[in-house]
């Protein structure tokens, strides 16, 4: 008889069992064909693993030496000559080969304490361009997105028009990585997404945003932000771009920046109130003192803040009858630790502190406490 | 003949359900832990690091009696990789020398502390800044013992100053890009996350250099390399696919990041509870359901932790007595919880499915026992049936616990070499025989003594610390 026909009476003989028992056979079979599936399957993932790291524990360092002679060294490689060296380590050319190029390239150029110009040169010797586009054409959502990670790394700008198909994908993911990899790469026109941001800012959006903003603002490339400021009808990315004028110090959006300290939008208004501190927009402090007793507490804090950073010595009596008024701990600490730092001939600081007893005290203390950093 | 019936029906639709359920999370983290692996990238820590605007994150850390590893879980702390962080020991009353042992290495005094507290605990006595300014970012807090980590956890949060906070032990090593990968969901979501956890892994038999995890291996013990492939299942198999359906019953107390708001307006930690981490996430929970607002629970697949476990049987009985005793004290402070459609998800799924799976399992269990000794002494026992039922359930532990070794090896191969992954399949098939009983036992006592109001101790582990080179 033979396997399969003792199989066959097996079925059958199960099939007279009662419903438990065929449960329990079918579970078992199932149970164990799985186990033996997955642990072959485990054992090719960990073997192919295992070659892969020997194979770049043996050429990498081989890669990396010739790259730091490319990039850092005396002579100056052409491009034949840079292929025929990558090619003379790794073999033939492949898109795993390019991959790890990339790899190489990418630690060096961001791990290596030595900067270069002529990384360039590697990308066009090793043609990463063309190996990027065929990712970005025949990949799925998740792939496409990593290379376009690696084209912010590479900085390469000649696939901007490539990055632009990606920019309105239904995948949210590969939507967002395109429009900020847009922001960096495209030479035209790189903030037409901001006037297409929908709904609210992500925190993640906003420390992207401002990563490619800050990319642009070191090259002194960054435009003035308050055109989008002014019109944007986002009221989150407006928020997101009051805050963006402060960090840059874009001084010429001081005046849009306190018209929107008299928005109806609590965010607006608080962040409005804190950038202007940052923008030193002294001119304006007179009217946040006005604004102050009749605003939210998250605008108080703002603004006492921000009167902290402009420092200009005329706020002393603001900040005493501020402190006096105020009713919460949160407000207390912030008044007493601007003026622990405010410039003046008048010591408010002393002053305040002399009259408190208790916690209130102790807030004082607290801040003047050089050991504790955060406050 | 009816009893009997009824009882092996039962037991049989029982485990089915289990495995049922089981095969249903193996689905859900599968989809959770390849979207995770798609969409996230190295370059996300490195954006996230360089950031000025990273929100800032306060690491609780709460000690007792912790002098023999004290010191090098804190340097361990000190370095994680993150622009916007402080460290909070919590000195519960010890002992022995962790105090002094603190004093001493980091050069701490006393300081006026503007300390709030916005959650009730036992009387602070004092708290300590670095004069070193290596240390800046060290804050830690003397209190008076309060009998339970939660009380501990509570000041430290009291202490903190950032919007978010990580509680962990002192115990435990983190990795060090930990806070950089688990804020990253909070960020990333437009729902509010009030919680968001990782998997923690055993320390025991791994290389640790300057308070960092450099080659991590399988405990060679037998009851740590247990608890790891238990550890590795709970999380990447249950917690994530929990996640995706935002029904994750809690974060654990050794590594969890939390919203500080939410937690200290749901009270904080309950002082009294033993399972404070799962009372924690409940009260967190209801207080968005009955504020009517919309929250998420957030797992990553990525090992982050790395705890000394109970080296021996004694120690994992104290411990497991402890877990069992606090989960039978959740479903006694919370059972209005318990199958109310108030508490959406919470009272529908994650409660329900705790109480009959996880609270419910050691009794029927024991019962199972019980029934079986039974018939045995009357010679009734079906021996065929018997073995097929133990082959049932057996084959499927093992095939879920080869699973989630597959889960954590496309996660990320922590062990290098793969007679190492080896050593953790060989438990799976020892487990049910060694350490499951074992679980059952633990379990069954915990709520006996929780019942008769025995009284049960902080958490405490004799430890072994950990050897550093």
């Given at each position: 008889?033979?396997?399969?026909?003792?199989?066959?009476?097996?079925?059958?003989?199960?099939?007279?069992?009662?419903?438990?028992?065929?449960?329990?056979?079918?579970?078992?079979?199932?149970?164990v064909i799985i186990t033996i599936s997955?642990?072959?399957?485990?054992?090719?993932?960990?073997?192919?693993?295992?070659?892969?790291?020997?194979?770049?524990?043996?050429?990498?360092?081989?890669?990396?030496?010739?790259?730091?002679?490319?990039?850092?060294?005396d002579t100056i490689y052409h491009e034949d000559e840079i292929y025929t060296e990558y090619t003379k380590i790794v073999g033939k050319l492949s898109a795993r080969k390019i991959k790890l190029a990339i790899d190489v390239l990418l630690e060096l150029k961001f791990n290596s304490p030595e900067k270069s110009r002529r990384y360039q040169s590697i990308v066009d010797a090793l043609r990463f361009e063309t190996y990027l586009e065929k990712k970005l054409d025949f990949s799925r959502g998740s792939t496409k997105m990593k290379t376009l990670q690696k084209l912010q790394q590479l900085d390469l700008k000649s696939l901007d028009s490539k990055v632009l198909n990606y920019a309105y994908s239904k995948n949210k993911e590969l939507r967002r990585e395109a429009r900020y990899s847009h922001l960096q790469l495209s030479e035209n026109d790189p903030y037409r997404f901001l006037d297409e941001i929908k709904g609210d800012l992500t925190y993640w959006d906003e420390i992207n945003l401002l990563k490619f903003l800050k990319i642009h603002n070191e090259k002194n490339e960054l435009s003035n932000l308050g055109k989008w400021i002014n019109y944007s009808d986002n009221n989150s990315l407006t928020v997101f771009l009051i805050k963006a004028a402060g960090l840059f110090e874009q001084f010429d959006t001081k005046e849009v920046v306190y018209k929107k300290t008299k928005s109806n939008v609590t965010s607006i208004r608080t962040e409005a109130y804190r950038s202007l501190g940052k923008l030193k927009a002294a001119e304006y402090e007179s009217k946040l003192i006005e604004r102050f007793f009749s605003e939210k507490e998250e605008c108080q804090l703002a603004i006492v803040r921000s009167i902290g950073l402009m420092n200009t010595g005329n706020a002393v009596s603001f900040l005493k009858k501020a402190y006096l008024e105020a009713k919460t701990i949160a407000l207390k600490k912030e008044i007493a630790l601007v003026s622990f730092t405010y410039k003046s001939n008048y010591n408010l600081f002393e002053d305040l502190k002399a009259t408190q007893d208790g916690f209130d005290r102790t807030i004082f203390n607290h801040i003047e406490t050089q050991l504790i950093k955060f406050k | 003949m009816f009893g009997e019936d009824f009882f092996e029906y039962f037991i049989f639709f029982y485990s089915t359900s289990l495995i049922a359920s089981y095969l249903m999370l193996a689905i859900f983290s599968m989809i959770t832990i390849i979207r995770y692996k798609n969409y996230n990238s190295n370059l996300?820590?490195?954006?996230?690091?360089?950031?000025?605007?990273?929100?800032?994150?306060s690491v609780v850390a709460p000690a007792y009696n912790e002098?023999?590893?004290?010191?090098?879980?804190?340097?361990?702390?000190?370095?994680?990789e993150y622009p916007l962080f402080e460290v909070v020991i919590v000195n519960d009353g010890s002992k022995d020398t962790t105090l002094e042992k603190l004093i001493k290495e980091f050069?701490?005094?006393e300081v006026p502390y503007a300390y709030i507290e916005r959650i009730k605990t036992q009387p602070v006595k004092k708290i300590l800044k670095s004069t070193n300014p290596l240390y800046d970012k060290l804050t830690v807090v003397d209190k008076e013992n309060g009998g339970t980590k939660a009380d501990a956890s509570n000041a430290g949060i009291n202490a903190s100053v950032f919007p978010y906070f990580l509680c962990t032990d002192v115990d435990c090593i983190l990795a060090r890009n930990t806070l950089l990968k688990m804020i990253k969901p909070i960020l990333i979501n437009k729902k509010k996350v009030i919680a968001v956890g990782a998997t923690l892994r055993m320390v025991n038999s791994c290389e640790v250099k300057d308070g960092e995890i450099v080659r991590v291996k399988p405990p060679k013990d037998f009851i740590?390399?247990?608890?790891?492939?238990?550890?590795?299942?709970?999380?990447?198999?249950?917690?994530?696919?929990?996640?995706?359906?935002?029904?994750?019953?809690?974060?654990?107390?050794?590594?969890?990041?939390?919203?500080?708001?939410?937690?200290?307006?749901?009270?904080?930690?309950?002082?009294k509870s033993h399972a404070e981490d799962m009372d924690l996430i409940t009260r967190m929970v209801s207080y968005m359901i009955n504020n009517r607002q919309k929250y998420k629970i957030e797992y990553i697949p990525l090992s982050c932790c790395w705890t000394e476990g109970p080296p021996d049987v004694n120690i994992l009985s104290r411990q497991r007595t402890r877990w069992a005793a606090g989960l039978l004290q959740l479903f006694v402070v919370h059972r209005k919880i318990l199958f109310n459609p108030k508490y959406k998800?919470?009272?529908?799924?994650?409660?329900?499915?705790?109480?009959?799976?996880?609270?419910?399992?050691?009794?029927?269990?024991?019962?199972?026992?019980?029934?079986?000794?039974?018939?045995?002494?009357?010679?009734?026992?079906n021996w065929d049936l018997a073995a097929l039922v133990f082959l049932y359930s057996y084959c499927f532990a093992v095939m879920i616990s080869i699973l989630v070794v597959i889960w954590d090896n496309i996660t990320f191969k922590y062990y290098q070499k793969f007679s190492e992954v080896l050593k953790l399949i060989m438990v799976a098939f020892l487990e049910p025989f060694i350490y499951h009983p074992l679980i059952v036992f633990f379990g069954i006592r915990g709520y006996f003594k929780f019942l008769s109001s025995k009284e049960l101790a902080w958490g405490t582990m004799t430890r072994k610390g950990v050897e550093t080179s």
């Open positions: 008889m033979g396997i399969l026909d003792f199989l066959i009476e097996i079925y059958y003989e199960i099939g007279t069992y009662a419903p438990i028992i065929q449960v329990a056979v079918a579970s078992i079979i199932f149970s997955m642990f072959i399957y485990l054992s090719v993932i960990r073997y192919k693993h295992q070659k892969n790291i020997n194979k770049k524990n043996q050429i990498r360092p081989q890669i990396e030496k010739l790259f730091k002679d490319i990039l850092f060294g | 996300d820590d490195e954006t996230l690091y360089n950031s000025d605007i990273a929100p800032g994150i002098e023999k590893t004290i010191i090098t879980n804190v340097h361990s702390l000190l370095t994680l050069d701490l005094v740590p390399r247990f608890q790891e492939l238990e550890y590795i299942r709970a999380y990447l198999l249950s917690k994530m696919g929990w996640s995706l359906i935002n029904c994750v019953p809690n974060v654990s107390g050794g590594l969890g990041l939390f919203d500080k708001d939410i937690a200290v307006r749901a009270g904080g930690y309950d002082g998800k919470m009272g529908l799924i994650v409660f329900p499915y705790a109480f009959i799976f996880e609270f419910l399992a050691p009794l029927i269990e024991l019962g199972g026992l019980i029934s079986i000794l039974y018939l045995i002494f009357f010679g009734k026992i």
